[in-house]
Structures are given as structure tokens and as C-alpha cells.
T-cell receptor, first 114, second 115 residues
């Protein structure tokens, strides 16, 4: 298995632009998580899905952030409009729900908003 | 709600020396505990986990951790570190009931192994 695949690897955009981050979880995993990592706040859980359904989005910072999981093999995290303070590394992770199996992380998307 | 505290943001150590990375947690219910490692420009990887049973847990790369319920700690140890252990280490906790795999991470400890 190729693991959790995230794209793009790096994204540089200007303030006000829409940004879409993509994630393909490991086949057979039915839980998917979006995390944001910054120096100031460390690793924060933004939202997670079980069986494509959003379970907890309390970590989403504000309405500019939205996430979807239209099917078991694809998820997006969208920021519209983007702001410089959104600059961070965004990680996607997947696992098998309810078994406390380990999370498998993607390599992350380094987002820079100028 | 549960929380994780990693008091040491950076730990420098010489190669072949022992190391301990500290982790304390807070929760009103039983928890599962994890240590993850992040190498530069990579995602996190699981080092070890405590779910139940023996309080001493062994993981990959020679690391081990001990769950201490009375002290609400889960410190990570390695008797002899290698240069390749230089990385950031994250302690994490998830609740036993209803939490599924939702992990709460600590702020991380940067381990720097020097020659």
C-alpha cells in the first residue's frame, strides 16, 4: 500500500485566494483526520470523519475552513479566503475506526500564504 | 476533556547516552497512550502504544515507555541513543470510551543527538 497520500506537497498562495488540500487515505481505513501543525500551537486536530461522515469539527478554526469526504478514498480541506495566519503544515491521517489502531499520517502539505 | 503535557521542548543528548522524554496527561476517564515520532519533513509514525496490561511497553527502534497511573505519566526512554534518533517526539492520549481514534497530542519534544 502506498500509504496516506496528500497533495500538493507544497502550496504557496496569496492572501484572499482559495486553497484546496487533498488526501487519499489507506484503502480499508474508515477514519480520516485532518491536523494542522504550527510552531506556536503544535499539532491540532481540525476535523475527523468516520465512514465519510464528519464526527467532530470543533477544531476547525472558523468558517473559512471546510472539509469534505465525498467517498471512502478521498477528502479535501478547503480554505476560502486564505490568510497569512493559515500558514502551517497540514496533515491527513487515516486509521481503522474503533480499534485504536495507530494513525497513519501522510507527508503533509506545507502551506504558505503571503 | 483530556490533555497532554510535554514539559521539555528540547532535549540535547550525546550519542550512546540514555534519554528520557517526559509526558504527563490529564483525563477524567481511562485513556490509551501513544508516542509518535516525526522525522524532518515527514508525517508522524507510531513508536509505541499502551492500551492495557503490562505497564512497560516496548516499541520500535529500542524505545520503551512506562505507564504510571498514580503519577498520570507515560515517559519515553531509550538506554542508548543514536544520531538517527534525532527527531521530534509527540505524546498523545485518546479516551477509552466513545473517543474512537481521536488523539490529543502534546506540543512535542525535539530530541537532538550529538556526537
Amino acid at each position: 500500500d502506498a500509504g496516506v497520500i496528500q497533495s500538493p506537497r507544497h502550496e504557496v498562495t496569496e492572501m484572499g485566494q482559495e486553497v484546496t488540500l487533498r488526501c487519499k487515505p489507506i484503502s480499508g481505513h474508515n477514519s480520516l483526520f485532518w491536523y494542522r501543525q504550527t510552531m506556536m500551537r503544535g499539532l491540532e486536530l481540525l476535523i475527523y470523519f468516520n465512514n465519510n461522515v464528519p464526527i467532530d469539527d470543533s477544531g476547525m478554526p472558523e468558517d473559512r475552513f471546510s472539509a469534505k469526504m465525498p467517498n471512502a478514498s478521498f477528502s479535501t480541506l478547503k480554505i476560502q479566503p486564505s490568510e497569512p495566519r493559515d500558514s502551517a503544515v497540514y496533515f491527513c491521517a487515516s486509521s481503522i475506526q474503533g480499534t485504536n489502531e495507530k494513525l497513519f499520517f501522510g507527508s503533509g502539505t506545507q502551506l504558505s500564504v503571503l | 476533556a483530556q490533555s497532554v503535557t510535554q514539559l521539555d521542548s528540547q532535549v540535547p543528548v550525546f550519542e550512546e547516552a540514555p534519554v528520557e522524554l517526559r509526558c504527563n496527561y490529564s483525563s477524567s476517564v481511562s485513556v490509551y497512550l501513544f508516542w509518535y515520532v516525526q522525522y524532518p519533513n515527514q508525517g508522524l509514525q507510531l513508536l509505541l502504544k499502551y492500551l492495557s496490561g503490562s505497564t512497560l511497553v516496548k516499541g520500535i527502534n529500542g524505545f520503551e515507555a512506562e505507564f504510571n497511573k498514580s503519577q498520570t505519566s507515560f515517559h519515553l526512554r531509550k538506554p542508548s541513543v543514536h544520531i538517527s534518533d534525532t527527531a521530534e517526539y509527540f505524546c498523545a492520549v485518546s479516551v477509552v470510551t466513545g473517543g474512537g481514534n481521536k488523539l490529543t497530542f502534546g506540543t512535542g519534544t525535539q530530541l537532538k543527538v550529538e556526537l
